[in-house]
């Protein structure tokens, strides 16, 4: 990556040496470009407005120059590699090395000039999804502007008017190229650094991709069938958590470029929807709650006070979506006793395995060997065995001398003696239970036949996420 030092140090030399000129840019800004998949550091303004930077959840803020009072930012569109976790890479397309690709900030008020050089194998164009432009600078291919050929640059020029939480997305071949991981986040910082002030603001961007275990290329045509669903562009165990500081005021935005909604649950805390795609709400019409749907092309800020120390989950509620590539289409096998078939299958196969006859949690522990580029279907080991997620899921997590502004991991939580669930070792006598049938339901007016359906969806496949 071009440092960032590097990168301002360049552009001041060269608007030292006056090579940019007064009137738009006779030369390309630098296009920075990012290598990892971590969680880097926020990006301090050095020059504009001052605000409070957001930290992009395994992602990272694009550098600018500015140039006679305008920000000046480069996206280059190109295939990636992205890692999607520790064991699994996916070629994707992306921005600048990455996808997502960087997260762009400006400050309410600024004019913002964006120069996108295609490197794609075809056309495409950037939609800045949300924002107040002039309607040739909106991105719509044929709509607004003509498309940006393979190997061409495009400008484009206005100013971010509406503070708040956008996204930035191609508007063209959409289809294959949201699916190919084409997107970024993008945040107008009040011009008022001390409106709606939080000590830390994460970023991200949710994402859905079907690719075959063992291959490395998503399926573009894939409209509803994900096997891999995550924070941007990392699933579980490979995201990273989001760390504070005890009392800090958090928030969290995510912008939803998927094909479904995903139910977003925080443990341990409640939250508000401070923001939306078109804006701030307004504080009279917040309620608290411990999850909210986030919907196809929204955007939501949720915002709350990290009182209560420990390791918080923090996933998609959808189960499906906590899951990876090799937990789907697998029949139900519970209650099904093969015991006895087992021993006759071993004598001819002797590495025969029965999946999941008392739920799938045991295919966890057995830690089965999968094909090569694809991660267990769920797992991440935590302080107590494995935790048994995927996809999107990651832990919050609250520690009490966490210093301001440090993101490092502290590790797992030490929960006070006596504040962890425990086995009951008395004696157990039989619960009790309701053995009434059907309670006081109304009596059928007909009584049904006494037929049992068998219903088999023949795909193997649940089409419902
Ligand atoms: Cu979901």
Known sequence: MVSRRDFFTGAAAMVGAGLVSRVGAASLPEAPM??????????????????????????????????????????????????IAPGMKANLWGYNGQSPGPTIEVVEGDRVRIFVTNKLPEHTSVHWHGQRLPNGMDGVTGLTQPFIPSGK?????FVAKRPGTFMYHPHGDEMVQMAMGMMGFWVTHPKDPGFMKVDRDFVFLLNNF????GSYTPKIATMLEFNLFGFNSRVFPGIDPMVVRQNDRVRIRIGNLTMTNHPIHLHGHEF???GTDGGWTNPASRWPEVTTDVAVGQMRAVEFDATDLGDWAFHCHKSHHTMNAMGHGVPTMIGVDHRGVVEKINKLVPDYMVMGERGMGDMVQMEMPIPDNTLPM?????????????????????????????YADPGWYKHPAGTVAYEWKGATPAPARNRSPGGKLMEPTKKPANVELNVRNPSGHDSHH
């Open 272 to 274: 508000q929807v401070t």
């Open 153 to 157: 640059t495009f400008v484009y020029e």
């Open 378 to 406: 769920m797992g991440g080991q935590g302080p107590f065995g494995s935790v048994e997620m995927g996809g999107m899921f990651t832990v919050l997590k609250v520690r009490k001398d966490q210093k301001r502004g440090d």
């Open 210 to 213: 079907d690719i075959e275990p």
């Open 34 to 83: 990012m290598d990892k998949a971590a969680t880097q550091p926020p990006l301090a303004p050095p020059n504009g407005r001052p605000y409070n930077p957001v930290v992009t959840l395994n992602g990272w803020s694009l550098p600018w120059r500015m140039n006679n009072g305008v920000k000046e930012f480069h996206l280059v569109a190109e295939p990636v590699v992205r890692e």
